[in-house]
T-cell receptor, first 114, second 114 residues
């Protein structure tokens, strides 16, 4: 069974630009979560999508947005990039239908803002 | 909102010494999960505890869930260099509704000195 995949693996942008990160969940998983992990720090919850809808949002500004597609894949968009947005962005998926909250993480996208 | 606190933030041990990380929730949990993130990697699910007072073992790792289902611990006996990484606990709220979200602790970064 294929795991959670994310693309690109690395992304370099300059301040003010926009970044788009993509995530494909494990087959059969309907929920997708996005986290930001700055170097050496913990997981900061960004967004949770399930069945195409945004279920919850972390304490991040509106320039962080996303969506979930009918095939349950997801996109995270970061507008007006700032230097402090440089981090590892992790996507995770889970099976909500069976009340299984266990999250399976992808390898992440390393975003560097110059 | 729900908070999950984890201590210590960092721990350096000599190889062969024991290690323990503690997790405390501000609210009663339905279950608690533990994840391990190796340096440069992504979090990987280790185990889930559901019952009050539950204890589970995985080789040298012992996981406990408190009687009140508000706290948990992970104990590693005789650490090895392969244990290096950040250990996260994650709690699922005991609440109604068909969808529940995990709240991650801040993680404990373990360094094992050879």
């Amino acid at each position: 069974e294929a795991g959670v995949t994310q693309s690109p693996t690395h992304l370099i942008k300059t301040r003010g630009q926009q970044a788009t990160l993509r995530c494909s969940p494990i087959s059969g998983h309907t929920s997708v979560y996005w986290y930001q992990q700055a170097l050496g720090l913990g997981l900061q919850f960004l967004l949770w999508y399930d069945e195409g809808e945004e279920r919850n949002r972390g304490n991040f500004p509106p320039r962080f947005s996303g969506r979930q597609f009918p095939n349950y894949s997801s996109e995270l968009n970061v507008n007006a990039l700032e230097l402090e947005d440089s981090a590892l962005y992790l996507c995770a998926s889970s099976e909500i239908d069976r009340r299984q909250e266990t999250q399976y993480f992808g390898p992440g996208t390393r975003l560097l803002v110059l | 909102g729900q908070q999950v606190m984890q201590i210590p933030q960092y721990q350096h041990v000599q190889e062969g010494e024991d290690f323990t990380t503690y997790c405390n929730s501000s609210t009663t949990l339905s279950n608690i999960q533990w994840y391990k993130q190796r340096p440069g990697g992504h979090p990987v699910f280790l185990i889930q505890l559901v019952k009050s007072g539950e204890v589970k073992k995985q080789k040298r790792l012992t996981f406990q869930f408190g009687e009140a289902k508000k706290n948990s611990s992970l104990h590693i006996t005789a650490t090895q260099t392969t244990d290096v990484g950040t250990y996260f606990c994650a709690g699922a709220l005991l609440s109604s509704g068909s969808a529940r979200q995990l709240t991650f602790g801040s993680g404990t970064q373990l360094t094992v000195l050879p």
